[in-house]
């Protein structure tokens, strides 16, 4: 491995991408995990087509540097612990099914509409401070049914989580926790009490 370190990171190779992969080619890699290694630039995953889990968490990328549709089979990525502000990057893996990007510093969610497939959103711990801006966003998104809010500014925000339930129906779990019918109950109540106010 010959890695090429930035003044202030590593610069990803495609050496390293056969070497954590086990593949003799990137185009060949289907999993990858650069869990770690401090790094701040992976614009060499463009060579690896056909990836469909990345690990890319507790590095320090700003960006990901990947064109539209890079990586178009990725269905699950992980960028939790990093320092990306925005979430544009999703344009590089439209199919997307599982996003862990927690611990980052992201304000805006609308590029999720980017990956109409999202099952799995995990976006605790960054800088969401709008509840109803966010959850417009989300509703656009017909297959989630896991979320991760909590951690971010919007998660204080009086019945948060009543306010998720009534208007994400479909979702299963909500910061890591089992939604119950009563839970639907309660936001319905809650919504109702709202309105007659």
Same mark, same amino acid.
């Given at each position: 491995?010959?890695?090429?370190?930035?003044?202030?990171?590593?610069?990803?190779?495609?050496?390293?991408?056969?070497?954590?992969?086990?593949?003799?080619?990137?185009?060949?890699?289907?999993?990858?995990?650069?869990?770690?290694?401090?790094?701040?630039?992976?614009?060499?995953?463009?060579?690896?087509?056909?990836?469909?889990?990345?690990?890319?968490?507790?590095?320090?990328?700003?960006?990901?540097?990947?064109?539209?549709?890079?990586?178009?089979?990725?269905?699950?990525?992980?960028?939790?612990?990093?320092?990306?502000?925005?979430?544009?990057?999703?344009?590089?893996?439209? !199919? =997307? *099914?599982? +996003?862990?990007?927690?611990?980052?510093?992201?304000? $805006?969610?609308? #590029? %999720?509409?980017?990956? /109409?497939?999202?099952?799995?959103?995990?976006?605790?711990?960054?800088?969401?401070?709008?509840?109803?801006?966010?959850?417009? !966003? =989300? *509703?656009? +998104?017909?297959?989630?049914?896991?979320?991760?809010? $909590?951690?971010? #500014? %919007?998660?204080?925000? /009086?019945?948060?989580?009543?306010?998720?339930?009534?208007?994400?129906?479909?979702?299963?779990?909500?910061?890591?926790?089992?939604?119950?019918?009563?839970?639907?109950?309660?936001?319905?109540?809650?919504?109702?009490?709202?309105?007659?106010?």
């Amino acid at each position: 491995i010959t890695p090429r370190a930035e003044s202030h990171g590593l610069v990803l190779q495609l050496d390293m991408i056969t070497e954590f992969s086990g593949e003799d080619d990137a185009s060949k890699a289907d999993m990858l995990v650069l869990r770690g290694l401090g790094l701040t630039d992976v614009s060499a995953l463009k060579a690896a087509r056909n990836l469909t889990s990345l690990s890319l968490s507790h590095n320090e990328l700003r960006e990901l540097g990947l064109p539209c549709g890079a990586l178009p089979l990725l269905v699950e990525l992980n960028v939790n612990k990093n320092a990306l502000a925005s979430l544009s990057f999703l344009e590089c893996c439209p !199919a =997307l *099914q599982r +996003l862990y990007a927690s611990s980052n510093v992201f304000s $805006d969610v609308t #590029p %999720l509409a980017l990956c /109409p497939a999202l099952a799995v959103v995990a976006l605790h711990g960054n800088i969401l401070k709008d509840l109803a801006v966010t959850l417009q !966003a =989300l *509703q656009g +998104l017909e297959h989630i049914h896991e979320l991760e809010l $909590d951690g971010n #500014p %919007l998660s204080s925000a /009086p019945g948060y989580k009543h306010s998720v339930v009534q208007q994400l129906a479909a979702l299963t779990r909500l910061d890591g926790e089992m939604i119950m019918r009563k839970d639907h109950n309660d936001a319905a109540h809650f919504v109702s009490y709202q309105h007659r106010r």
